[in-house]
């Protein structure tokens, strides 16, 4: 028990780590935004992990439930969320652009346009 | 471990489709480990959010970009990305060894304010749902500023996908409605007999939000994300008619007034910004009021972005297409 106290932690790190990866290892400017999204994931997931106390019920109140999970990362997250896509949209956009100017949405060709003129 | 399988496939996979499906799957996969952890709304949010609209926004970028995915690096040009992965998260692995164990009530994250508003916040605000009231009372300032970042995402897409010269919103400029009408029969009918519903149950989860998970966040995404199941089968053209887009963008625009107009009157009743207690005799009334009034103001700014989003990018789509 002692040791998998921090399993919570390991997943957060592993999904950071993997969306970490594919936004440098991955040249698609589309998967990259999927590989921040993944990172992004894993930011809720370590805050509302931070919020949940063992035996505790959803943080609705109730006349016979004592103990609440945390509802401050909640409401943190649940906004996050929303924001997230919003952005992520952003970015979408932004590649529906470059896509227009450049013809492709791969970084090395991108920048291999750039250098040549 | 579920979640991380999907992400390690979601490397492997090279097809820019299959790694769309592969992150509807993990949204969901996200949305049903948030309720195990007992965040309800949360898990409302990101199964609209991470399971619906994100796929289908990247699946709409993608017929546009094309779907085809450059081959990874191979060799030596690959051994740099993963070694600084490696490095970064055992330095992150060896850091988690100081924090609180997992579940813990006396974590320092569980302190502070948290044990305020579950004890407090029923003699003060009066509703059940703690979540609501922390959103929409105690950090209405907060809950306002994401609301405005959402509002002006949605102002930064109609800029960016805009064709040049076009003043005003994005219109589609042909009616081909006909053209998508008997591709997707089956999709149809039974859409037409969802989509009632889920319009419906955006309502429900509105004006519930108080007393059970639910709230102006979700209940734009699950209302946005009706119109935009609508609007894949039955083509943009009929959406459009059906909710023209000027109408979507005014109701953006309105749903941060509400927000910000509930402040301005709340600073004219002498209390200060968004503190509701000015608005009725009774202060806990007063706190309904306030908290109604910005949930709707949320719910009709988040389904209004999301929808307006949607048109830019399809409209784009079809622009793209002739």
Redesign the interface.
Known sequence: MDFF???????V??????????V?????L??K???L??FQ?SV??LY???????G???????DNIE????????????????????????G??????I?AAYGT??E??ILEQNSSC | MLLVATAVALIRVRGLLASIMLTSVYGLLSASFFVTMDAVDVAFTEAAVGAGVSPLLLLLTVAIVGRKEAAPLRGRRALLPILLVTVTGALLIVGTFDMPHFGSADAPANHHVAPHYLQQSWDEIGIPNVVTSVLASYRAYDTLGEVLVIFTAGVAVILALAPPGQRGSARPARPSAEEHLGQHTILQVVSKLLIPFMLLFAFYVQFHGEYGPGGGFQAGVIFASGIILYGLLYGLPTVCRVIPPPVVEILAALGVLIYGLTGVISLLGGANYLDYSVLADDPVTAQHIGIIAIELGVGITVAAVIITIYYAFAARLLREED
Do not use: C, D, Q
Request: glycine letters at 8%; proline letters at 4%; zero cysteines.
């Open positions: 106290g921090h399993f919570n932690y390991w997943v790190v592993a999904l950071m780590m993997l969306g970490f990866y594919i440098i290892a991955r040249g698609n589309v998967k935004l999927i590989g999204n993944i994931t809720f997931i509302i992990s931070a919020g949940k106390v063992s505790g019920a959803a943080p609705i109140l109730a103990l609440y999970s945390n509802p401050l990362p909640h409401v943190l997250i649940l906004t996050a969320i929303v924001v997230g896509i919003a952005t992520t949209s952003v979408l956009a932004l590649v529906v652009r896509h949405v791969e090395e060709e």
